[in-house]
């Protein structure tokens, strides 16, 4: 089967976060399984040619042009848009990473006007909103290819709600629980012995709360003087509080500040790491935190993360409701037996219940259904 993943923007950086990396993820299990996936996407911030290949799946990437200052929607390639049309009609199936933006909805819709079985995640970036560009853009576009889709995946039922009320009545019938998942993956060294070391590895943005990782540093070093703090990631807004913070609280020797990490990178740093803390609120289904899980690592999330109750029930780190029990929960897990019931507990849950084995299972069977049904079903009626 020739798959094709259409997402926003891949970049050195991996501004674009998680999208990018559960399409990558997709692709990877389903090239294992013998089919043909592939990725395009807008690409930016390399040095020379743009790359073909991405972590060694096929890629077609489109230089970036911004012609709007609105964030990722105001981005697109006139030849990526020119484009899209000759990409959906050589694929069997047509996988869209749907944001409000200018490159997965005019896929959705190529994949529409070409007959082509179209399936959506959208990894919550496609809720409710009064502003008048969703408006505008769930009026013009994204209710048609909400209703025109062969499958609409989501992660959560507050993402299923959220898509039924954007589709509007009688909301949405063709839908698809898919976790996110991750490939199995070597286990870190568990409790080191030595200085600890705590990572927050995301965007530097204000719902990911970088500076509440950074106030909690302070009450640790209490405990844990010889301990060592990462926050890595693309800068979106926070990198500048985040560097002050770290200044005003005399952390600068302390707390490092490396910018993003690569794919490889990523899951080196976290195997590495004794306790992953991501502080983010309302945070759908964090691979970041995957990962964490899948190399043993302990994690601390907020309330309001959609892994919460998974990590909880499984032990598997330690969930808290507000900023001032970060520190107290981090302080938890560096404590050798619990830390290592926790990483224990960790990669259990990850080969358990988000295998990427068991997510390209139910992946495969919405792919076979959509095809049965016809390609865009709905779509043009």
Known sequence: MRVLHAVTLHSPTHAFGGPVRVALNLSKGLRARGHEARIVALGDGFEGALPTEVEGVPAELFQAR???????????????????????????????????????????????????????????????????????????????????????????????????????????????????????????????????????AARLQARKRPRDFVAAVPEILRHHPDATFTIAGPDEGELAPVRALIEELGLKGTVSVPGSLSGPAMLDTLREATVYVLPAVDEPFPMSVLESLSVGTPVVITGSNGLAKDVSRAGAGRVVEGPEELAPAVRELLDPPAHHTAATAAAKLAAESFSMDAVVDTLLTVYDTAVERGAGAAGER
């Open 66 to 200: 911004r012609f709007a200052p609105l964030g990722f929607s105001g981005i697109t390639s006139p030849a990526l848009l020119a484009g899209a049309g000759r990409l959906v009609r050589d694929a069997d199936v047509v996988h869209v990473h749907l944001a409000r933006d200018l490159v997965t909805l005019p896929f959705a819709l190529a994949a529409l006007r070409a007959g082509r079985p179209l399936v959506l995640q959208t990894h919550g970036m496609v809720d409710p909103s009064g502003r008048l560009l969703a408006k505008v853009l769930d009026a013009l576009a994204v209710r048609r290819v909400l209703r025109g889709a062969s499958a609409v995946l989501y992660l959560t039922e507050h993402e299923r709600a959220a898509l039924d009320e954007v589709a509007g009545p009688p909301g949405l019938e063709r839908t698809t629980r898919l976790v996110n998942g991750v490939p199995a993956q070597p286990q870190g060294p568990g409790h080191p012995g030595g200085a600890p070391h705590i990572l927050y």
